[in-house]
């Protein structure tokens, strides 16, 4: 057990961070929490817990409830659940959904999301539709007439940096009856709130910016309202299919997260300084980044995020794809590798990975904004781009 931090309500978020979301360990002093390596635990003569709350760790242990209470005040949220990976974190969710039902889910988004739902719904019969929550009418309509049980957005949406608009499809699903999660991953509890916005979910892939550090896979939802049906069917998924996070993971997740808000803050200036010079260069034709004024939701943006718009972007690059591909292969500073929200930048061109089915651009590259000087990640670019 840790103790409590002081005034921990009144605290910024960054505070909280700074100390992992709790004081020193209570029994030895120590100023970070241990690892929980138990797997079960006693019950006296009478039959009791010896420790409240601890009987085995697939229910939960104390490193897991530390972690989970930090992201849920991140999130101004009432309760979360760590999952194995940002993956198993989507199925919990989408396992919301009931044979005969519907799920309505943005297009254009992560194609593992993608993916993944349409072979469950196909295996479970439920009908799923895929709509572009951009264009916000035929969205809204969709949604009134479809009733959905569930929504599935993705703000801003890999790799396409696509914004949609959370508190107005928000209130059309509380009239609809569904239920809304939004994937937050590549903002950050930090920028985008999405339950303060209205959204029922909110779920992030912990294996990037939240650790940070490209070396744990793990997955989050959040409530706004632990009393919900869809929550206690979330918190009994968790339980009863297992895809816990190991507690090695938690610990070096916790750890990540002490350092969130100066990573999120150089992440985001960073990225927009790269976005500003790669929206001037003559060899770009298209950048795709929330925060750039020609980006088309950039008021959208504005209002919905604070501090910054994220470290992921996209670029397209005049001549195609093999001049996206040699613009990466020539690149030095930035590692080609896939994944997001890491120290290091990362370059990757989409279309290899996922393929013609997936409507990624040919000479797309997403790009990942690491926390090295931007005048080295502009000077790579710059050196890259001269070379086609
Ligand atoms: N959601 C988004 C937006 C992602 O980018 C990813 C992974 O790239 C996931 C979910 C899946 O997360 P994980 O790889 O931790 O399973």
């Known amino acids: ?13 960054d505070s909280l961070l700074a100390h992992g979301g709790g ?31 601890h009987i085995y760790s697939r229910d939960d242990n104390a490193l897991y409830r530390r972690t989970e209470n930090l992201i849920a005040s991140l999130e101004a949220g009432e309760d979360s659940r760590l999952f194995a990976s940002g993956m198993a974190a989507v199925a919990a969710v989408a396992r919301l959904v ?23 719904c196909a295996r479970n019969n439920v009908a799923l539709i895929e709509a572009d929550a951009t264009d916000l009418q035929a969205f809204l309509d969709e949604i009134s007439v479809t ?17 949609a608009d959370i508190q107005k499809i928000s209130a059309r699903c509380k009239q ?12 950050t509890p930090l920028i985008i709130k999405p339950l303060a916005l209205g959204a ?4 992030h892939s912990a294996t990037k910016a939240l650790n940070g550090h490209s070396d744990l896979l793990g997955g989050v939802v959040s409530t706004g309202d632990a009393a919900s049906e869809a929550w206690q069917a979330i918190i009994e998924e968790r339980k009863l299919a297992g895809a816990v996070l190991g507690s090695f993971e938690t610990w070096l997740l916790l750890r990540g997260l002490r350092t969130l808000a100066l990573r999120v803050e ?11 010079f790669l929206d001037a260069h003559p060899k770009v034709e298209t950048v795709l980044y929330p925060g750039i004024a020609s980006h088309p939701q950039h008021a959208l943006a504005r209002s919905q995020m604070q501090g910054g718009f994220g470290s992921l972007m996209s670029v397209q690059i005049k001549g195609g794809r093999d001049a996206a591909l040699k613009v990466a292969g020539a690149l030095d500073l930035f590692q080609r590798a896939t994944s997001l929200g ?3 930048s990362l370059v990757e061109h989409r279309y290899t990975i996922e393929g013609e089915g997936s409507g990624i651009p040919e000479n797309l590259l997403r790009l990942s904004i690491g926390i090295e000087h931007s005048a080295d990640l502009i000077g790579d670019l710059d050196q890259a781009l001269a070379g086609i």
């Not at 039902?101 to 739902?117: D, K, N």
């Not at 009733?147 to 914004?163: C, D, M, T």
């Open 1 to 13: 057990m840790s103790s409590e931090l002081p005034k921990a309500s009144g605290l910024h978020p």
């Open 23 to 53: 004081g020193h360990d209570a029994a030895t002093g120590a100023v970070v929490p241990p690892i929980p390596t138990a797997t079960t635990f006693v019950r006296d003569e009478d039959y009791e817990p010896v420790s409240p709350g």
């Open 98 to 120: 009931r044979p005969g039902g519907t799920l309505l889910v943005q297009s254009g988004i992560y194609w593992g999301t993608t993916l993944f739902l349409r072979k469950l």
């Open 147 to 163: 009733k959905p049980a569930l929504v599935w957005l993705e703000v801003p949406s890999n790799p396409f940096l696509q914004v």
């Open 176 to 187: 609809a009856g569904a239920v809304l999660c939004v994937d937050a991953t590549a903002a």
């Open 200 to 203: 029922d979910l909110v779920m």
């Open 266 to 276: 150089r992440m985001n200036t960073n990225a927009q300084a790269v976005a500003d």
């Open 342 to 344: 890491g120290t290091e």
